[in-house]
């Protein structure tokens, strides 16, 4: 099979993977709905023209022709304004923003008949809008979990071993590393010792060696000391006595900075290994601070991508559309030539990580983001919960129509990164090349 066939494999897999997360997320917005008795009309995956739909019920499900996201249309999500019909349109309005407010108002009632009344969303109590409008960004974390799952407790992850992979001639730090041994460098304390390629290190100082964790930290932790090494080469256990240098290695806590460490000169052989259920924890952890920062940062970087779509270098660790994202997963099924087991695994991780993303991202507190109705629900919890404590009347429903302004400008602002991702991953695109 030829590597072009393999790479669009890879993009066609990856799109797919995309637009069923996309659709499971509006399910997590749908089913919750549709349980608390809120109308919903409109089921959508992707946006622009309608390429297919059907009508089941009260709803219509369908397809649309630019797979980039997806709605469902929960009537009455824009309460009415304070003591007006519903039913009845403002005649005049003053101020650009009152009028689309007015419209959407108008827009939003539209089609309600009388008996639509008790199922509008604005009108059910505050726990079933968080739950309505957090069930999409949850059911994106449940699939990057699950799918994380698979990747490091099915197939496994690359994991070092205590089998020697290659043992160092000098000992340089961490700064000078990738460099030639100079003849003034000191020799390795593992080369002094014999160690080859293929020993499997069985116990160091005395205790007994399970891990590479475990015998990096005892060799950092030894210094300049003299260490007793056991090992086994080809079935034979034998034993080393060498004192380990001391070196300016990256902090294991914080690997900007560095530590005077002992050292010993080894590469771990590293092999897939199963993974448990708290190793997955442990990354969907860093994956997690590792979003948080790249969402915090978004502006920054994005200034930096509109500069590589006019020709500046592009950062490959910088934002990317779906676009480049597709392009990131055919190269993956061809780049380094591997197997299919582990370009599963690569575009598995490609799309728990998008996941993770986009429901981080939805959690930002504004609209139009699911973020802005979730902080919506729990500012009217907050409000009528005080104003109960203070025997004061029911200030009502949240009247969300209000940040409309806000919801046009940051739906403006979204529109154009997307524009601007994608039209960089189309001229200078990021590449694992």
């Known amino acids: 099979m030829s590597d072009a066939v393999i790479y669009t494999i890879g993009v066609v897999v990856f799109v797919l993977g995309v637009v069923l997360s996309i659709a499971l997320h509006e399910c997590g917005h749908m089913y919750p709905a549709k349980k608390f008795g809120i109308k919903v009309t409109q089921f959508f995956v992707g946006f622009g023209n309608t390429v297919w739909s059907t009508k089941r019920g009260e709803t219509e499900y369908g397809i649309k022709s630019i797979p980039l996201g997806g709605y469902v249309k929960l009537v009455g999500m824009l309460p009415p304004a304070k003591d007006a019909d519903p039913h009845e349109v403002r005649k005049t309005n003053t101020g650009m923003f009152t009028q689309l407010i007015s419209d959407a108002r108008s827009a939003e009632y539209e089609h309600v008949k009388d008996d639509d009344l008790d199922r509008l969303f604005y009108r059910k109590p505050w726990w079933q809008k968080l739950i309505v409008m957090s069930g999409g960004p949850i059911v994106n974390i449940i699939i990057a979990v699950f799918l994380f799952g698979v990747v490091f407790m099915g197939f496994g992850a690359l994991t070092p071993t205590t089998t020697v992979q290659a043992v160092s001639d000098c000992a340089i730090s961490d700064a000078e590393a990738g460099r030639t041994c100079k003849p003034t460098d000191p020799q390795t304390p593992a080369s002094k010792a014999g160690l080859q390629p293929g020993d499997r290190i069985t116990a160091f100082n005395g205790e007994k060696i399970d891990d590479w964790e475990q015998l990096s930290k005892d060799i950092r932790a030894n210094g300049s000391r003299e260490a007793t090494i056991e090992f086994v080469r080809d079935g034979r256990p034998m034993s080393a006595t060498v004192a380990t240098s001391v070196l300016a290695r990256a902090d294991l806590d914080d690997p ?20 448990g259920p708290l190793y997955v924890v442990d990354v969907m952890g860093d994956y997690v601070v590792a979003t948080a920062k790249a969402i915090w940062h978004l502006p920054e970087r994005m200034v930096d991508v509109t500069r590589a779509a006019f020709g500046a270098d592009r950062d490959p660790e910088g934002p990317i559309s779906v676009v480049g994202a597709s392009r990131v997963a055919g ?103």
């Not at 900007?256 to 993974?275: A, N």
């Not at 780049?335 to 370009?343: F, G, L």
């Not at 986009?358 to 609209?367: D, Q, R, S, Y």
């Not at 200078?428 to 090349?433: E, F, G, Y």
């Open 256 to 275: 900007t900075k560095t530590v005077e460490v002992g050292f010993l000169g080894v590469t771990p052989t590293e092999e897939m290994q199963r993974q």
């Open 331 to 433: 190269e993956s099924f061809t780049i380094d030539d591997p197997t299919w087991s582990e370009r599963a695994q690569r575009v598995l991780i490609l799309l728990a990580g998008l996941n993770l993303f986009l429901a981080m991202f939805n959690f930002i507190p504004l609209l139009p983001l699911d973020g802005g109705h979730i902080a919506g629900a729990l500012w009217e919890a907050v409000r009528r919960g005080f104003a109960k404590l203070r025997g004061a009347p029911d200030p009502g429903y949240v009247d969300v129509a209000k940040m409309l302004p806000v919801a046009y400008g940051v739906g403006a602002i979204l529109i154009l990164m997307s524009v601007i991702l994608i039209y960089a991953d189309i001229v200078n695109p990021v590449s694992l090349s």
